[in-house]
Structures are given as structure tokens and as C-alpha cells.
């Protein structure tokens, strides 16, 4: 099996510490995710006397209440409706997303998720099976609420492995990929690889994720936790204030047990060749 490193940059703060204390992933929203776009599903009007017609067999009732024309009307008002739109995209908020990266020396999200290079870069143990990226949260025979939870909702497709994985899957940027949503469609269940679709323009983000569909997260927060050993590696920017340095490195060796195997960076800008460099603290003690 191979091992390798993914990254979350982050922002120190009271939410960043907490998860590095606690030990858990947290799953973010459409909502809040930067990219407007992001995870969202265009949606195709049924215009066309035929299809609507269709549309009256497969669901009778809708039959009982409009017209053809009648039906087309209502849907062209939906597409300038405020509430529906925003019902829309309240049925989006069940679906909750992991980012993570294999790229830790990218100016463009140091500067943007890593408070420009006062924050970290959190680097996570990533197995790879074949062409499967995971990340192994524990054995199954220690069930708990979360494998369970995990377990129901088939985020975990290596069922013939002792271990429980979420799976991370990267990043698609190219949004003719996208499959619109329509009420005749025979498969909805392929509009779900829209959660793994983004525009070219976040490619240097070189993007894996987990996506996690829970409603009954949909107004809460959405969790994982993680086994001290998914812990591998933090970078610190070269910005980075010491004395938060010191507050994130006492936290991890208080509360991991595998602290000798955690290494700490830093990240630096190499003016000569243009790029940043990562270099190990070796003043840490361990």
C-alpha cells in the first residue's frame, strides 16, 4: 500500500485548534464553500408539449392539478422565484464536503486559506490502494456511533478491508461534466458526481474530497473523528507569529501519542528560484 501525505490549510484559530485537539475532520456546506458554484446542480426545464406529457404519466397527481401549458408557466416563474431557489438550495445542505490536497507549496492557497501565510497546512496519512485514496479512521470491530454512522451511509466501499476508510475522490475542473437535473431522468443518482465537479479556474488546488450526504446534519455541523496516526505532518507559514507556533506544537505533543513520528515544517519563499520550500523546524524538541 502506498503512503502519502494530503493537506488542509487552515487559519490558527479557536475552530482549527479545537479540531487538532479533538481530533476530527470538519465537513463544510455548500454554503460555505467558497466557489458559488460549488456542488450545485443546474436544473432543465421541461418545455416542450412532449415531455411535459411524459412527465403527466410518470406522476399522475401533477396531472390532476396543471395543464401543459399551465405546468410550462409555472416552470418558467420558478426559474425568477427567490423561495424557490432558495428551497433549492436548502435541499443542497445535506451534503457536506472534506477538501483536501497533495500540494503543500501553492502561493495562491497559502494566501487564501492559510491566513497569507500566518495560518498551517495540517498534513493527513493518506493510503492508496490501487487507484483508491482513503484515509483509515480505525478498526470496524470497534464500532461506535460514528463507524456506524459512517458504516449506513456507505462512505466507506472497502468493505473487505478491517479498517473503516473515508474515501476521497479528486476533483473533476471541468463543468461540461455536469449532469443537469431533470424530472425524466432514469438516473439521479449520477447527478451525485456533480459534488466532484469544479470550474478550471480552482485546478491549482488539485482538489480531493469526501462527501458525506446527511440530512439530518443538514442545520449542525458534521464531525469525523480521527485516530492519532492520520496526523503526519504541520507546516507553518513563514509569517507564521511564534508564539502561535508554540501554542500549535505543545497542543499536538499534549495530545497525540505518536508525537515522534509528527514532523513540523515551515514554509519559505526561495527568492532565487521563485517557489516556496518546506524545512523542517529541527529546533523542535521532541
Known amino acids: 500500500m502506498d503512503i502519502r501525505t494530503f493537506y488542509k490549510y487552515k487559519t490558527i484559530n479557536e475552530y482549527t485548534l479545537d479540531s487538532l485537539k479533538n481530533k476530527y475532520f470538519y465537513y463544510s456546506q455548500q454554503k460555505q464553500l467558497d466557489d458559488p458554484f460549488d456542488m450545485y446542480t443546474p436544473v432543465d426545464i421541461l418545455e416542450k408539449e412532449k ?20 405546468y410550462r408557466k409555472k416552470q418558467k416563474e420558478a426559474q425568477t422565484d427567490e423561495d424557490y431557489h432558495k428551497r433549492f438550495l436548502e435541499s443542497t445542505q445535506m451534503f ?5 490536497t497533495p500540494v503543500c507549496d501553492n502561493d495562491v492557497m497559502w494566501a487564501l486559506y492559510a491566513n497569507n501565510y ?8 493518506v493510503g492508496k490502494e490501487s487507484n483508491n485514496y ?7 470491530r470497534e464500532i461506535n456511533h460514528q463507524r456506524k454512522f459512517l ?10 478491508n478491517p479498517d473503516l476508510r473515508i474515501i476521497l475522490t479528486p476533483v473533476i475542473y471541468d463543468l461540461s461534466k455536469i449532469k443537469r437535473f431533470n424530472l425524466l431522468m432514469d438516473n439521479y443518482e449520477e447527478m451525485l458526481e456533480n459534488e466532484f465537479i469544479k470550474k478550471t479556474l480552482w485546478s491549482f488546488e488539485k482538489e480531493f474530497r469526501s462527501v458525506i450526504i ?5 442545520d449542525k455541523h458534521l464531525k469525523i473523528y480521527y485516530p492519532d496516526e492520520a496526523l503526519s505532518e504541520i507546516i507553518f507559514g513563514y509569517k507564521t507569529p511564534d508564539t502561535d507556533i508554540k501554542k500549535v ?6 495530545e497525540y501519542a505518536n508525537i515522534d513520528k509528527i514532523k513540523f515544517f515551515k514554509i519559505v519563499p526561495n527568492i532565487n528560484k521563485s517557489m516556496l520550500e518546506k524545512k523542517t523546524l529541527v529546533f523542535i524538541e521532541r
Not at 51 to 70: C, G, M, N, W
Not at 96 to 100: P, R
Open 51 to 70: 415531455e411535459i406529457r411524459e412527465l403527466f404519466k410518470r406522476y399522475p397527481d401533477l396531472a390532476k392539478i396543471y395543464t401543459v401549458d399551465s
Open 249 to 254: 506544537i505543545d497542543l499536538v505533543k499534549k
Open 96 to 100: 457536506h464536503v472534506l477538501c483536501l
Open 214 to 218: 446527511s440530512p439530518e446534519h443538514r
Open 134 to 140: 482513503f484515509i483509515s479512521l480505525g478498526k470496524k
Open 151 to 160: 458504516l449506513e451511509q456507505g462512505c466507506d466501499r472497502f468493505y473487505e
Open 118 to 125: 500566518k495560518g498551517i497546512a495540517i498534513g493527513y496519512k
